[in-house]
């Protein structure tokens, strides 16, 4: 059974969440990413994934209410396969501290500056190419 990789946006707020899924789908990384504006809803869906037949792709920002990202990834990096998950940090953070404690979670694949642009999906999608290899079916 192939693999299925999902693409998930997280940030809360919805004009972003609307410009990250247009710049994902017009750079060909993704036809439909999925989108949540609450980190503990993506963090449910993941972890619904019980047999772990899919692979996650996340775009994740670090200042939300309720969760924000370190909390998400504190919930998330005990419960899922390190090879099944990258997470691309897309945060208007420019803290030096973040970024080092980026570096600290190894589910983070790279730290960007928002607004995501169509050259860093491309590029993402290169780095990637062997791990997303189903995500242009």
Not at 98 to 127: G, M, N, T, W
């Amino acid at each position: 059974m192939n693999k299925e990789t999902e693409i998930l946006v997280i940030d809360d707020d919805p004009g972003v969440i609307f410009l990250h899924k247009i710049i994902i789908r017009e750079s060909g990384l993704c036809k439909e990413p999925k989108s949540f504006e609450e980190a503990k809803e993506a963090l449910e869906f993941i972890l619904s994934d019980v047999e772990n037949k899919m692979n996650f792709l996340i775009f994740l920002d670090i200042n939300m209410p309720y969760m924000n990202g370190w909390d998400f990834l504190e919930k998330l990096s005990p419960n899922v396969k390190q090879e099944k998950v990258k997470v691309i940090m897309v945060t208007s953070s420019l803290s030096y501290a973040d970024r080092e404690k980026a570096k600290s979670f190894k589910l983070v694949y790279d730290f960007l500056e928002k607004p995501l642009i169509e050259s860093q999906c491309q590029h993402i999608q290169r780095k990637l190419n062997g791990w997303m290899n189903n995500l242009l079916k």
